[in-house]
């Protein structure tokens, strides 16, 4: 059964920064692409950061330049090291991998950008 759980979220004032990791298990980690995405309280769910199982990456045009998505697949975890934050950063954010059959999420870790 896979399982993601995230960690590394809290509370970071405007323009600090904070680093996000997802942990898999259950599954092999490495052929898979894996997503971040962010909820904002009230919003959908929004993807964020992808990144390919040959490491290709991919952001949406609002963390372009300022968020890096990572994998190290020895540790089956994936990274969201993420800088110059804003306000409208806060929200949940999950990993996601995807499967053939479906979707699995962690829990999500919540980060506040708030000063």
């Known amino acids: 059964q896979v399982q993601l759980v995230e960690s590394g979220g809290g509370l970071v004032q405007p323009g600090g920064s904070l680093r996000l990791s997802c942990v898999a298990s259950?599954?092999?980690?490495?052929?898979?692409?894996m997503d971040w995405y962010r909820q904002a309280s009230g919003e959908q769910r929004v993807l964020v950061a992808r990144?390919?199982?040959?490491?290709?990456?991919v952001y949406a045009d609002s963390v372009k330049g300022r968020f890096t998505i990572s994998r190290d697949n020895a540790k089956n975890t994936v990274y969201l090291q993420m800088n110059s934050l804003k306000p409208e950063d806060t929200a949940v954010y999950y990993c996601?991998?995807?499967?053939?059959?479906?979707?699995?999420w962690g829990r999500g870790t919540q980060v506040t950008v708030s000063s």
């Open positions: 259950g599954t092999a980690f490495s052929i898979y692409t």
């Open positions: 990144i390919t199982n040959g490491g290709s990456t």
């Open positions: 996601n991998l995807k499967k053939s059959y479906g979707d699995f």
